[in-house]
Structure formats: structure tokens, C-alpha cells
């Protein structure tokens, strides 16, 4: 029990304590502490300041340190220490780029429909991005990213071949039931191609009839079109402004390959939660058994912290851990996007302080 600050008491001695600021815990701990060895109060209260500055000399220390590491040109020193090396970048369009890393256990362990925890360097936020392919015997995984925040542009910056990943954590989630399936259509809008990729390479592979329907805003940004086709039986294109394949949204692609193929007996989709809803209302008249990918936030990944809940059915469920695929019929959609948006000051602020810290980082006009 404390009466003074920075003093508490255990097992009849005093010692000091100070609280470390979230943000540098990771440098140094979750608080700093130290025994004053004294039962006396009086004595303890005089021995106290020394001990703090010292403490707020190291947690001055530890935010310079910080700094430095967001402000290394390449990024290099930050990420090629521990970790997993990035075998190939590839830039897909301007905001989006794939990273090969390899990580030969995750590669033999993963299945298609899984995810990982990223953290990109020392000081990094954990961000859960899907296995987009892995290959088993070259030990590779691929993770395709579009820069929309702090991190991810971040990454876009530092994230070159040759560098590393500070820690790599999965193959999380629930892998998908791709067993037993005779027609299957498998849907990604934007981002969401790149994850359906393994997906529909499995339903191929299990002898499934598989029909890709794949959106894109414009041709410019279309990616993988051959790699999909490779595992499909017929590949329907869709872009927004109709610069190529059928014009509008993946749901017209859907609407067709229904139209063809009215025994088709599952749909996946995959992409932006609004894609997803509209997806899942597409198919509902026609009765065809309908999954989607859930992106909430995520934090540990494990079940434990909450962040990810999401509404399905009258069911309360985690997507790290009883998903990320669920029942697109049942899916509480407006409850997911609601969910999405909740930090959004914090994560602007956070990439606000980025762009101004870091002299490399694309002005804010960008
Ligand atoms: P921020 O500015 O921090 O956030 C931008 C938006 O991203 C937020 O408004 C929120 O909607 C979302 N977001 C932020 N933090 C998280 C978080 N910890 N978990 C989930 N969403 C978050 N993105 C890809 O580019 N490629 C993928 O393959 C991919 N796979 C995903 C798989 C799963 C299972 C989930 C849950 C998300 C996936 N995402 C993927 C989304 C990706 O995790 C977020 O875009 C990323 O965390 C944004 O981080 P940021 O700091 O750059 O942006
Ligand atoms: Fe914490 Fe799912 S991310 S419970
Ligand atoms: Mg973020």
C-alpha cells in the first residue's frame, strides 16, 4: 500500500515505482521498480528521487531510441536483425504490395483461409494479415497488403527483399472446408483476390468445378488474373468503370455464374465488409450456402482480449479463433463496419505523427 507517490510497499519494505507509458513498454518493460531495501517510511521517502530520475532518464533514453528506430531511412536496422527474411516484394499498384517471407514451418503448417500476426519491426503493432499462398518447399509464405494506415504504410516504406519481418505468429484461424464440394464459386473484390487465391486452388485440387469472379475498381489495378485462371474452370472479371470484363460489381459476376450454374452449392467471398453484405444478399434468394472472411480488429489473435467480436446469427463470436470465415447469411455486417471505424481518431493521429517524424514518409498531401 502506497501513501506517498511513487512508494509502495511489499513484505515490510518500500520500494519505488514508476508507471512506463504504453507506447514504450516494449523497450522497457511494463513498469519500472526497484526495492529501496528500507522498512522506514521516512527513509524511503528521501531515497525515492534519486531512483526516479533515474527511471525518467531511462524512459527519456527509451523514447529517443524509439524515435531513432521510426526514423531509420531504410528501415534496415529495425527489421533485419530477429526475425523472418522478406525473399521478394513485389509491387502490385501504388497502394498495394505483396511480400514473400520465409518461414518454412508456417509454410508447411498453413491452410488455405488462415491468417498471421505481423509486427513489422522491435517497435511495431501487431496486424493480422491473410496467407495469400505458401509454397511448402520453397518455405514461403505470401501476404499481399494495401498501405491504408500507420503500419501498412510503414511497411510499404521499410519492407524490401533481403530485410525482415520482426515477428511472424500463425497460421491462426480456422482453415476453410474445402473437402466435398462439387461447384464452388469463389469471389474476391480488390485485396480480398489475393486471400481467395488459396482457397480456390484448394477446391480445385479436391476436384471441385470452381468458378472465380474477381472485381477490381480498373483494369490498371487487376493482379493475378493468370495465377487465378490456373485453378479455375471458367474466371469472370469485373471492374467498376467497365474498362474490362463485365462492367460493375462482383455481384453482377455472381449473378452470372448463378444464371450459368444453378447447382453451384457453396460461395465464398472475400473482400471489404460492404463487398461481403452485398455478396451474401446476392446469393441468399438463390439458397447456395455462402461464407465470408471477417476483418475486425484484431489484437492478440487468441480469443483473449475481445477486439475482434463479431455478431453472427443471435451468437457472439471471436473471428480470431472461431473464424475469420463465418456464414455469410447469418453475418451482423452494419455491427462489423460500425466496429471497424471505432478508433479511427487514434489511428489517424498515429499516422499523422508518423508522417511528421519520419523524413522518408510521403508528405500528408500524398
Ligand atoms: P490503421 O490506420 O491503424 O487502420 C486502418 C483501418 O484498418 C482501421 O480503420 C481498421 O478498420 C483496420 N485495422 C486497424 N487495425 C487493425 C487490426 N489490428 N486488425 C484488423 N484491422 C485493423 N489487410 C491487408 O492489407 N491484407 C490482408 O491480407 C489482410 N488480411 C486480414 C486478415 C484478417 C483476419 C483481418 C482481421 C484483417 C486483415 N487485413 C488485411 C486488414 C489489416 O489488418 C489492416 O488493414 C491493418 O491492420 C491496418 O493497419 P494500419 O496501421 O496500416 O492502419
Ligand atoms: Fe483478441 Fe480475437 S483478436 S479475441
Ligand atoms: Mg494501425
Redesign the pocket.
Known amino acids: 500500500m502506497s501513501d506517498s507517490k511513487y512508494l509502495f510497499q511489499r513484505n515490510q519494505t518500500w520500494w519505488v515505482k514508476i508507471a512506463v507509458p504504453a507506447s514504450l513498454r516494449s523497450v522497457l518493460g511494463h513498469d519500472l521498480r526497484r526495492s529501496l531495501k528500507t522498512r522506514s517510511l521516512e527513509v524511503a521517502k528521501e531515497a525515492r528521487w534519486p531512483v526516479v530520475a533515474e527511471f525518467r532518464d531511462m524512459i527519456d533514453e527509451a523514447r529517443k531510441q524509439q524515435e531513432r528506430a521510426c526514423r531509420t531511412p531504410s528501415g534496415r536496422d529495425a527489421v533485419s536483425g530477429v526475425g523472418f527474411e522478406i525473399t521478394r516484394r513485389e509491387d502490385l499498384s501504388e497502394g498495394t504490395y505483396l511480400l514473400e517471407i520465409h518461414h518454412p514451418a508456417l509454410a508447411r503448417a498453413a491452410a488455405p483461409g488462415q491468417?498471421v500476426v505481423v509486427i513489422s519491426h522491435a517497435h511495431g503493432?501487431?496486424?493480422?494479415?491473410?496467407i495469400?499462398d505458401f509454397d511448402r518447399d520453397a518455405g514461403t509464405i505470401t501476404?499481399?497488403?494495401?498501405a491504408?494506415?500507420?503500419?501498412?504504410?510503414e511497411m510499404q516504406q521499410r519492407c524490401q527483399a533481403g530485410t525482415k519481418l520482426h515477428s511472424v505468429v500463425g497460421p491462426m484461424?480456422i482453415p476453410s472446408p474445402v473437402a466435398g464440394v462439387a461447384k464452388a464459386v469463389c469471389v474476391g473484390g480488390g485485396?480480398g483476390v489475393?486471400?481467395i487465391y488459396p482457397q480456390l486452388r484448394a477446391f480445385k485440387q479436391n476436384g471441385a468445378y470452381v468458378i472465380g469472379v474477381v472485381g477490381f475498381k480498373t483494369r490498371e489495378l487487376i493482379f493475378w488474373e493468370d495465377k487465378l485462371a490456373e485453378y479455375c474452370d471458367e474466371l469472370i472479371v469485373c471492374t467498376d468503370d467497365g474498362s474490362a470484363g463485365i462492367p460493375g460489381l462482383v455481384t453482377k459476376g455472381i449473378e452470372a455464374a448463378l444464371e450459368q450454374h444453378p447447382d453451384v452449392d457453396r460461395l465464398i467471398a472475400i473482400g471489404p465488409p460492404i463487398m461481403m453484405k452485398a455478396c451474401a444478399e446476392t446469393t441468399r434468394p438463390h439458397r447456395v450456402a455462402t461464407t465470408v472472411s471477417l476483418?475486425?480488429?484484431?489484437?492478440d489473435g487468441t480469443g483473449m482480449c475481445g477486439g475482434?467480436r463479431v455478431r453472427v446469427g443471435d451468437k457472439v463470436k471471436f473471428?480470431c479463433v472461431d473464424g475469420?470465415e463465418f456464414d455469410g447469411h447469418e453475418v451482423d455486417f452494419d455491427d462489423l463496419m460500425a466496429r471497424?471505424?471505432r478508433?479511427?481518431a487514434q489511428?489517424k493521429l498515429?499516422?499523422d505523427a508518423w508522417l511528421n517524424s519520419d523524413p522518408e514518409a510521403p508528405s500528408r498531401a500524398d
Request: glycine share 8%; net charge positive.
Open positions: 491468417f503493432e501487431r496486424i493480422p494479415l491473410t495469400a501476404l499481399v497488403i494495401q491504408v494506415g500507420k503500419t501498412t504504410r484461424g485485396l489475393a486471400p476483418n475486425p480488429v484484431m489484437v475482434c473471428a475469420p471497424l471505424r478508433f479511427g489511428e498515429a499516422l
